[in-house]
């Protein structure tokens, strides 16, 4: 694997795992989570050629776009601020789209539900 490879993996590796944690999180959180845990190099913190954005935000937002692609994530905005929504499927059905496991719809509708300051009752 090559330097940016490497580079590549270590974002999508840190945003998976706080979407697993944290399946429903604002773009903010998650950006700042991201850059706590990867720990760029001085370098990722120098402006892009001819922009003001700096590499860790790029490739943040690389994790972000690629999740998205992939349809393992979704946005929502609640209250003027945007979250993530992360839903890890299980399987596929043919032609429908991903199956998610039904803790994981819970967890989801919980977390959005206190995003929103909606208390859910269970059973």
Not at 89 to 110: E, H, M, S, W
Request: proline residues 5%; aromatic residues 10%.
């Amino acid at each position: 694997m090559n330097e940016d490879q490497n580079s590549n993996q270590r974002y999508y590796d840190a945003g998976l795992a706080i979407l697993r944690a944290t399946p429903v999180v604002s773009v903010a959180d998650f950006e700042r989570e991201i850059e706590r845990r990867v720990q760029p190099p001085a370098s990722d913190y120098q402006p892009l050629e001819g922009k003001r954005r700096k590499k860790w935000e790029n490739m943040a937002d690389w994790v972000k776009s690629y999740l998205t692609r992939r349809g393992l994530i979704s946005y929502a905005n609640v209250g003027g601020v945007r979250y993530i929504v992360f839903a890890e499927p299980c399987g596929t059905f043919d032609g429908v789209g991903y199956l998610i496991p039904l803790c994981t719809a819970r967890k989801l509708l919980t977390q959005m539900a206190e995003v929103a300051g909606i208390h859910i009752e269970s059973h």
